[in-house]
């Protein structure tokens, strides 16, 4: 009261007086919506900055599984510079030891075997097994229940995978295979004079770094940054390719980019196989026991030998494979085969069976001139492969 009998009214928020309630209540009105238009421009910040700090985190985190992800892809594939086949060996021995299954005597004594075939690149034949082939034709000569015709590679040895390659080594293993046969043939003594013996596998990684130099699939090359040596890194079919040819051995690669068959399945793959083994050897014999080499089958993560294929009376088709994944002792089973042909479940592989997406095949069929071996080493520049449609 002012006194005169005129009434003030006080704002509550800043004491400015007024003389009339209602501008009062437009002057305290004025004052709440500057407050909630404060309030709203805070809560605008505050969801901003915490978006901003929400997506730096999961750009963080995605870096960070990206950077997991491509070392997990380098540790699978061999290319992480942790070693290789010398480093894993010792390594693994020593873990043997450790174990107390391994004698220490043990451990030096195959230190010193593997440090010499290091020094002379010939594999110590450690995990090797011969007569397969032999043994499977002449059980297929009695064998008198399902299988209407067999046909076999031409001798191979079997050789699987040991301490020093252990979860990476099939490629080398299988081309070991593939080369087994080779050297029993005449036909190729000229192309592998410089390669009478089997090779270790750091040695044909340093074989595969020659075809390399050399100017074959430089595309292929460069993804292994050119070195292979002392690494873990795993190789297929296009590196089989390059190696071979190197050597001057005709071969091709056909690629079985998608299943032909249904649930997944490749009988394109079997079917191809079948023409290999039987276009050159058509007799009306069960046994046909031909002078084709071994074919390298490959699909991702793993690579495998075809020796030989069945056709059953039903007219269906069974692959005959080696794998580098069996040990010594199992394929030594085969060489005691019994009547029944259990043993054979380990080489086995019927169209259900193949079900990945693709498979790659490497095929040998002749000898290449050096006219020849320098066309090819052109066209790996481009392309080294056949699709089947």
Not at 154 to 160: I, R
Not at 264 to 281: K, Q, V
Request: glycine share 8%; hydrophobic share 30%; with cysteine.
């Amino acid at each position: 009261d002012t006194g005169n009998g005129e009434q003030l009214y006080e704002c509550p928020m800043c004491s400015l007086t007024c003389t009339n309630i209602q501008i009062l209540e437009e002057h305290v009105d004025l004052h709440l919506e500057e407050h909630n238009f404060s309030e709203d421009i805070r809560d605008l910040e505050l969801a901003q900055q915490l978006q901003t700090e929400e997506d730096e985190r999961q750009r963080s985190e995605e870096e960070k599984r990206e950077r997991e992800e491509f070392k997990k892809l380098q540790r699978q594939y061999g290319l992480d510079n942790s070693g290789g086949f010398k480093q894993q060996f010792l390594k693994n021995m020593e873990r043997e030891v450790d174990r107390g299954r391994m004698p220490p005597f043990e451990y030096h004594k195959r230190k010193a075997d593997m440090m010499e075939s290091l020094a002379s690149g010939i594999d110590d034949g450690r995990t090797k097994t011969s007569g397969v082939i032999e043994a499977l034709c002449k059980y297929y000569q009695s064998e008198n229940k399902d299988v209407r015709r067999v046909w076999l590679s031409a001798g191979v040895d079997h050789f699987h995978s040991s301490l020093g390659d252990r979860g990476w080594g099939c490629g080398y293993r299988n081309f070991q295979m593939l080369l087994s046969s080779l050297l029993q043939n005449s036909f190729y003594n000229d192309c592998l004079r410089d390669t009478t013996l089997i090779p270790s596998i750091p040695k044909i990684q340093s074989m595969i770094e020659d075809a390399w130099r050399e100017g074959f699939d430089p595309h292929g090359a460069s993804h292994f940054n050119n070195r292979l040596h002392g690494s873990k890194a795993w190789i297929g079919a296009c590196e089989i390719y390059s190696l071979l040819t190197s050597l001057r051995i005709k071969c091709q690669i056909i690629d079985f980019h998608k299943p032909t068959g249904p649930m997944g399945t490749h009988p394109r793959l079997f079917e191809w196989i079948l023409h290999y083994y039987s276009a050159d050897n058509e007799g009306g014999a069960k046994v046909v026991c031909t002078s084709k080499p071994p074919i390298y089958l490959q699909h991702q993560g793993h690579s495998r030998t075809v020796v030989g294929i069945e056709e059953k009376k039903n007219k269906s088709l069974c692959l005959l494979l080696f794998d580098p994944g069996c040990s010594s002792q199992q394929m030594q089973k085969l060489l005691k085969q019994n009547s029944d042909g259990t043993g054979l479940r380990l080489l086995r592989k019927f169209v259900g069976n193949l079900k990945e997406k693709q498979y790659q095949i490497v095929a040998v069929d002749g000898v290449l001139s050096l006219e020849e071996k320098a066309a090819r080493c052109r066209a790996s520049q481009v392309l080294t492969s056949e699709k089947i449609p």
